[in-house]
């Protein structure tokens, strides 16, 4: 069975050292200290390490075999997204990033699906980026689950989500920049809570703020399962109907009406909470997705979901139909 892992990251193993270039900020850059590892770094503050398979395209090939996966959707680590920063630096950064990928997708057609990065601080540097991922071969954009602290429904960022539509390229939602971070470093509280409620911040602001019933034809699809959204649908909704003075200002339409309208990813960590949001979405609308090469993720690609005895309808949805109609794609570009 083709099996398409619709959420991984990758970076080039080479990156140029934008804070010299531009003069100011913190950009991400690697310092590569031991065979295999490499450091990212955040101006002069230590971010995270990673290893080969973050970069090394045939690497990661070969751990996806062990796995039976064929294809991997890749996109930037979101840290790299660099929104704060001015948007022509912004535009310099997603570029070379994007470049990247597209070289990756044209070198490994059958293996490797592209979406890119846009600087989404800037509705028309964002566009005209998001036309020039599509000229180079990208399938679509992975974006924040805020731009700078702003949620996703401000009418400055409408226009990209329009041209998303009108071009056909399909969004990822990713979590970053996560609400409160600042305040809760413990325990890794920003990934473990942090990241669920921003992914249901973005929904509820595509929700809410209208963006879906604006643009019907628009494929976004949210990671980590749509994060807290669906587990906590009950109390969105019911205050949609105590308080429409205070949610509905925008858009009128019940949020439980969007359910199914939307594609999310599979990483649950849990066969009971895959089995809810089935219910509540269907598997036509969940994509097999990893979070592969991050520790957070489910790193033995969908191994829990071959294990729940699912029906091989649902099954064939969640590992490859789902994301070939979210990315538009088809079947047989991959065999």
Sequence with gaps: MLKIDAHTHIIPKKLPNWSDKFGYGDFIYLQHHKKGFAKMMRGNQFFREIKENCWDADIRLEEYKQFHTNVQVVCTIPVM?????????????????????????????????????????DAEVAIQELERCREIGLVGIQIGSNINDENLN???????????????????????????????????????????????????SFIFGGIFERLPNLRVNFAHAGGSFLPTIGRIQ???????????????????NYIGKFWVDSITHDPMML??????????????????????????????IEDMNLPKEDIENIFYRSTLTWLNLNEKDFK
Excluded at 154 to 166: D, I, L, T
Excluded at 282 to 292: P, R, V
């Design 81 to 121: 997204f660099s929104y704060w920063a001015k948007p022509l630096d912004c535009l310099d950064v997603s570029k070379f990033l994007n470049d990247h990928i597209a070289e990756l997708v044209k070198t490994y057609p059958k293996q490797y699906i592209g979406l890119g990065t846009v600087p989404m601080q």
């Design 154 to 204: 401000e009418e400055k960022f409408f226009p990209v989500f329009e041209a998303c539509e009108k071009l056909g390229m399909a969004v990822l939602v990713h979590p970053w920049n996560m609400m409160g971070q600042k305040n809760m470093q413990r325990y890794w509280l920003p990934w473990l809570v942090g990241m669920p409620a921003e992914t249901t911040r973005a929904i509820c």
């Design 238 to 256: 019911h205050g949609f109907d105590c308080r429409p003075d205070l949610v509905a200002i925008d858009n009128p339409v019940p949020p439980k």
């Design 275 to 304: 089995e809810y949001v089935m219910k509540m979405q269907g598997s036509a609308k969940i994509t097999l997705g990893s979070d592969y090469p991050f520790p957070l993720g489910d790193l033995e690609i969908g191994k829990f």
